[in-house]
Structure formats: structure tokens, C-alpha cells
């Protein structure tokens, strides 16, 4: 079975500094996808950056970039730039890459970091 | 509608209740999901369709839950005999066939069980 641990339930940063969010995860699978998922108040998921198992160059995204670390079964989150609206939870997630190339079936995820962006 | 929808968006019963929610996907999406999001324990996953069917159930707690899709479109999740451990948000999740991998969710509903 496949886990997700995120080992930092809340950070804080300022206006405008760098943060980074660890995530590790544990699999058998050697194909998958990794995923960050962003939850604001309002509940809504929205999906921040992708990483597939099988790229060795890490996903950027604007100011979010990722650390993908295969070998040490590593996801972390690299926020440049701290913005207010990046005050969020953030979830780590997995995903089991199916024998054809797409999805197979449910993501996993960590139990969240709470992040906090201060002015 | 341009994305996942679910309704209600909150829901207060009381325990012994039986409750529906109810998630409308995006258009064109096959492969819908739903998830759990209780207090400090992250989202769990409860069940996965194909199309009307469900080749993935492990995730339902108890056989008090129980979801069907019909049409290949709409999808309600069932609750019968609510426990306060119900108490939780439940998300639904969405993309298009089993080729493209990013789920795209509801706002979700808060069920609150007195």
C-alpha cells in the first residue's frame, strides 16, 4: 500500500520570501504521478503542480517549483515569492500510473500543512 | 457547468438520519471520485466510477454508505443512519477517461451530524 507524510502540520511565511513544504511517500510502484493540491478557506482543491515519476527534471510552475528526489521517495514545495493568497492548506498527493500511460484510480494524500503567508 | 458542482453545500442532520449528497460533474468527465476530508485526517478516498460503474468501493466505511451514478453523470452518495463520525466534508472529484490524470474537484459538502 502507498503512503503520504507530510511532516510539518503548519508553517509560516512573509510577504515575499521563499518557503518549501516536504512531502515523502512510500510505493512499490515504479510508475506514478505526485501531485500538490492547494485548499483555501473556501474548501475549493485546486490543483498547484504535477510531477510524473518517469521525468528526472523537476515541474515548475510560475513562482512553484518542485524538488523530486525518486531514489529517497521525496516531493517537496517550493514557494518563491510568498504571497498573501498562497495562505492555504497544502496537500501532497500519489497517484498509480496504470499500465497504459494514464491514471489508475484514487489519489492519495498527506494529512496537509497548513501554511500561513504573513504581511 | 465550467466546473465539478455539489450540493448542498452544508448539511445539518441529526444522528439516525439518512442523508444524500449529490455531485454534477464536468461535462465529458467518465471517471468520477469521492472523498472524505474529516478533522485533521486528510482526504480518504471512498469510491471510484467508471462510467455508471463502480470497479472501486474499498474506500466506503461501513455498508451505511453507498453511492450510484447514473447516466454517466450525476453521482449521490448515501448515508444511511448517520453517526456523528460522519461528520466531514465530502469531495468529489472528477477528470476525463483514464487517460489524463488531473482530478479536478467540488467545493464540496459539509455534513454536520448532531
Known amino acids: 500500500a502507498q503512503t503520504v507524510t507530510q511532516s510539518q502540520p503548519e508553517m509560516s511565511v512573509q510577504e515575499a520570501e521563499t518557503v518549501t513544504l516536504s512531502c515523502t511517500y512510500d510505493?512499490?510502484?515504479?510508475?506514478?504521478?505526485l501531485f500538490w493540491y492547494k485548499q483555501p478557506p473556501s474548501r475549493q482543491m485546486i490543483l498547484v503542480i504535477r510531477?510524473?515519476?518517469?521525468?528526472?527534471q523537476n515541474a515548475t510552475e510560475n513562482r512553484f517549483s518542485v524538488n523530486f528526489q525518486k531514489a529517497a521517495k521525496s516531493f517537496s514545495l517550493k514557494i518563491s515569492d510568498s504571497q498573501l493568497g498562497d495562505t492555504a492548506m497544502y496537500f501532497c498527493?500519489?497517484?498509480?500510473?496504470?499500465?497504459?500511460?494514464?491514471?489508475?484510480?484514487?489519489?492519495?494524500f498527506g494529512k496537509g500543512t497548513k501554511l500561513s503567508v504573513k504581511p | 457547468g465550467a466546473g465539478v458542482s455539489q450540493s448542498p453545500s452544508n448539511k445539518v442532520t441529526e444522528k439516525g438520519k439518512d442523508v444524500e449528497l449529490r455531485c454534477d460533474p464536468i461535462?465529458?468527465?467518465?471517471?468520477l471520485y469521492w472523498y472524505r476530508q474529516s478533522l485533521g485526517q486528510g482526504l480518504e478516498f471512498l469510491i471510484y466510477?467508471?462510467?455508471?460503474?463502480?470497479?472501486?468501493k474499498s474506500g466506503l466505511p461501513s455498508d451505511r454508505f453507498s453511492a450510484e451514478r447514473t447516466g454517466g453523470s450525476v453521482s449521490t452518495l448515501t448515508i444511511q443512519r448517520t453517526q456523528q463520525e460522519d461528520s466531514a466534508v465530502y469531495l468529489c472529484?472528477?477528470?476525463?477517461?483514464?487517460?489524463?490524470?488531473?482530478?479536478?474537484f467540488g467545493p464540496g459538502t459539509r455534513l454536520t451530524v448532531l
Open positions: 498527493a500519489f497517484m498509480k500510473q496504470s499500465n497504459y500511460g494514464g491514471s489508475q484510480g484514487n489519489l492519495i
Open positions: 510505493t512499490s510502484e515504479s510508475n506514478y504521478y
Open positions: 472529484a472528477t477528470h476525463k477517461g483514464a487517460s489524463y490524470n488531473e482530478q479536478f
Open positions: 466510477f467508471q462510467g455508471n460503474s463502480a470497479p472501486d
Open positions: 510531477q510524473e515519476a518517469y521525468k528526472q
Open positions: 461535462s465529458g468527465h467518465t471517471a
